[in-house]
C-alpha cells in the first residue's frame, strides 16, 4: 500500500509564494511511483490535475500554472514538490497529491488527505 501526506498549504497574498510536499509511505512490493502529481479542486469546482512528473523525470503542467509552478521529486526520499510563484487568488483550492503505482495484479492510485491554499489579500 502506498499512503501520502502533503504539507505546506496556508494563506499567501497573491504574488507570494508556497512550497508543497508530498512524502509517501510504502508497505508491501511496490517498485515505483509513477507518476505522482498534484492536483487541486477549488470549492464549487472539479478537481483538475496541476502538475505531474514521472519517476524519469518528465513533466505536465496545465496552462494557468506554466512558468509559475515547479514540480520537482527526490526519488529516494519518495518525496514530491510543488514550487508555487507569484499565486493568484484563482489558484485557491485544496490541493492534493497523487501517485500511481503497481500492485499486483493492477495500477492502483493513491491521494493524500489535501492541502489548503489559500490565495488573498
Known amino acids: 500500500q502506498v499512503q501520502l501526506v502533503e504539507s505546506g498549504g496556508g494563506l499567501v497574498q497573491p504574488g507570494g509564494s508556497l512550497r508543497l510536499s508530498c512524502a509517501a509511505s510504502?508497505?508491501?512490493?511496490?517498485?515505483?511511483?509513477?507518476?505522482m502529481g498534484w492536483y487541486r479542486q477549488a470549492p464549487g469546482k472539479q478537481r483538475e490535475l496541476v502538475a505531474s512528473?514521472?519517476?524519469?523525470?518528465?513533466?505536465n503542467y496545465i496552462d494557468s500554472v506554466k512558468g509559475r509552478f515547479t514540480i520537482s521529486r527526490d526519488n529516494a526520499k519518495k518525496t514530491v514538490y510543488l514550487q508555487m510563484n507569484n499565486l493568484k487568488p484563482e489558484d485557491t483550492a485544496v490541493y492534493y497529491c497523487?501517485?500511481?503505482?503497481?500492485?499486483?495484479?493492477?495500477?492502483?492510485?493513491?491521494w493524500g488527505q489535501g492541502t489548503r491554499v489559500t490565495v488573498s489579500s
Open positions: 510504502i508497505s508491501g512490493r511496490i517498485f515505483d511511483l509513477n507518476p
Open positions: 512528473m514521472s519517476s524519469d523525470g518528465a513533466t
Open positions: 497523487n501517485a500511481r503505482y503497481y500492485s499486483f495484479p493492477t495500477f492502483l492510485t493513491a
